[in-house]
Every structure is written in structure tokens, then in C-alpha cells.
């Protein structure tokens, strides 16, 4: 098993998170990837998007351990639960209340199981064949607003105003329940509901990986396909994923070659490799 996870910048803390435990009959996983947004925006939370991902990472491992109950169900009770952490100062109905990507997987009663919500991805190697689950339906709305800002060299003071006017129509089409919008694990348990959910026999499955979009990098910027990631992960030098996606980023400093958000971002990875073996 791998796992880690590395903030894109030194002076922000990592709004990653990554845990897993493994046994001989179960495992179960957990990766979150923190929507902090520009800090000039509010958030109308004391507590920090860091402490938002490490409650609900948390709170999801716990729920999850009852392999009779569902993924759905448990993250609708994790995220519940930190709504319910939160002190009588938050104010849970800002826009931009702290909120994260899941991607949750379980290894139980002969099935592996995985949720996706959000941009983070699920990866399988399902005898051979490799099969990847991530929610791009945040990539359907504020498109517009997503060009201007990839017209524009990262870094410079036009991309983070043009990145201030993206992330804040991003965060009005959060969790509605009516009209056009995404969901994602915030305050609100109904989120937990709109995931992608899906299963594969366990003797057919002979590795996993739980990936932050910082981590699906290596693939989207063509330094190898899916099945060279998880052999990277699989190799004696898996941190090799964090130094080539770290290596490119800086070969492209402004986003010309790889328009985006963030120069660097947080990575997370979790690999469980052939734990039936
Ligand atoms: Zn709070």
C-alpha cells in the first residue's frame, strides 16, 4: 500500500487528504480533495477547509467500516456530522462554505466498492483492463468563466481576478436542488446521494488508486497513460509521481502548455496493490 499526499504551495496548508487501512479480509479508503478557492473570498467558516477535509476524511473511514452499510449512506452521516462540528459562529449557508471532492472505496464481502463525487478519481485495474470514475459535471457549468481565465498566464494579477470570478460562479451553483449545478460533500448530506456509486468483484480486481485532480496531472499533462501511473505507484520509487507532475508544472510557469488554476497543486494518492494475493 502507498499513500501521500504534498501541498502545492509551501505557504498554504494542503486541503488534500488521504487515509486508508488495509486488513486480510477488508480494506477501505478514503481521498478528499478541499475546495478552499482564492483567499480573498469568504468562506464565513473560522475553521479552514483543512479542518473541513480532515473531519469529513475522518468521519467517512468511520461510517465506512460497516460493510452492510451503504457508501451513500455513510458519506450522507460524515458529512452530517461535520455540519454539526461546526461552531454557532460558522455561517454554513455562504457560498463558500468549505467543501471537498470524495472519492471513497471498500473491499468487502467479495466486492470492491467505490463513490466519486467530484473531480478526484477512482481507478481500477479490473483483470487488465483499466477502468478510471471521476465526476467532471463541475466541468458543465461557469464554462465561460473557466475560458477567460485559462486565456490568461497563471500567476499574474488578470488570471487570479478572471480565477476570483470563476470560482464565485462555481460556488452559486453548488448543491441545488433545483436548476443547473453540481454537487459536492459540503454541509449538505443530499450531495452524498448524487454520486457515482458502482462495484466489481474483488478476484477481479488486482489494484486500485484513489487520485486527487493534482495527481490525475501526471496523466492529463501526457507523462503517461493510466496504467504507467499505477506502476509508478506499484514501483520502489512511488513518490516519482510527485516529482514528475512537480517538474512539469514548472517547465510550464504560466499555464501556456497546461492552461489551469493553480500553478501547482495539492497531490493525494492512495494505492492498494493485490491485497487478495
Ligand atoms: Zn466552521
Known amino acids: 500500500m502507498f499513500l501521500d499526499t504534498r501541498p502545492g504551495r509551501e505557504d498554504k496548508a494542503n486541503e488534500d487528504y488521504v487515509s486508508a487501512t488495509v486488513n486480510s479480509t477488508s480494506a477501505r479508503a478514503v481521498l ?44 450522507a452521516k460524515a458529512i452530517d456530522a461535520v455540519a454539526d462540528s461546526h461552531g454557532v459562529f460558522c455561517d454554513l449557508n455562504n457560498p463558500g462554505t468549505p467543501s471537498s471532492t470524495v472519492v471513497m472505496a471498500r473491499i468487502a464481502l467479495g466486492r470492491v466498492e467505490y463513490l466519486v463525487l467530484g ?15 471521476s465526476d467532471r459535471r463541475i466541468d458543465r457549468v461557469a464554462v465561460a468563466e473557466y475560458q477567460q481565465m485559462a486565456a490568461l498566464p497563471t500567476g499574474t494579477p488578470e488570471h487570479q481576478a478572471a480565477r476570483i470570478a470563476f470560482v464565485t460562479k462555481q460556488r452559486r451553483l453548488r448543491n441545488r436542488r433545483t436548476g443547473t449545478g453540481y454537487w459536492i460533500a459540503s454541509n449538505d448530506p443530499e450531495a452524498a446521494y448524487h454520486a457515482y456509486i458502482g462495484s466489481f468483484p474483488a478476484d477481479e480486481v488486482r489494484r486500485i488508486a484513489l487520485l486527487s485532480d493534482g495527481a490525475t496531472r501526471y496523466v492529463e499533462f501526457g507523462l503517461g497513460g493510466w496504467e504507467d501511473l499505477l506502476n509508478v505507484l506499484d514501483s520502489s520509487a512511488p513518490e516519482r509521481l510527485f516529482t514528475e507532475i512537480r517538474a512539469a508544472e514548472a517547465s510550464d510557469p504560466a499555464g501556456e502548455r497546461w492552461p489551469r488554476a493553480k500553478r501547482r497543486d495539492d497531490i493525494a494518492a492512495a494505492y492498494l496493490p493485490d491485497w487478495a494475493a
Request: glycine content about 12%.
Open 32 to 75: 478528499l480533495d478541499g475546495a478552499g478557492g482564492p483567499s480573498e473570498l469568504p468562506t464565513g467558516c473560522d475553521h479552514g477547509t483543512p479542518w473541513y477535509v480532515n473531519q469529513l476524511g475522518d468521519h467517512a473511514m468511520f461510517y465506512m467500516r460497516d460493510p452492510k452499510m451503504a457508501l451513500t449512506t455513510a458519506l
Open 119 to 133: 473531480d478526484s478519481t477512482f481507478v481500477a485495474d479490473v483483470n487488465g483492463t483499466i477502468q478510471t470514475i
